[in-house]
């Protein structure tokens, strides 16, 4: 049976396959979902698992935010906020 849940502003989406639990989550505002594409075992590894996945994407937009701020402030050049944007995850 599918699961749903919103987890810090995040809709999480769990989804049974034949061979276990996949996951989806979904940012405040935008109906475009993500997922490791990782097929879990169990439904509660799928659901712990997504959970995780959207504190890593949450974390990676705060720092492109901060980014985009000391850029704007003229903290950092433009090469350099490139350089780190693509060090994120």
Do not use: N
């Not at 989806?24 to 799928?46: K, L, M, N, T, W």
């Not at 980014?67 to 350089?83: F, H, M, N, P, V």
């Amino acid at each position: 049976m599918e699961t749903e849940e919103i987890y810090r502003g995040w809709h999480i989406k769990i989804f049974p396959r034949s061979r276990g639990w996949i996951f989806r989550v979904f940012p405040p505002d935008d109906d475009i979902g993500e997922s490791d594409e990782v097929i879990y075992s169990r439904q509660c590894s799928a659901t712990a698992a997504a959970r995780l996945f959207v504190m890593k994407l949450s974390a990676s937009v705060a720092l492109m935010q901060f980014l985009d701020d000391a850029y704007a402030a003229g903290l950092i050049a433009y090469e350099e906020k490139w350089i780190l944007f693509d060090s994120l995850p």
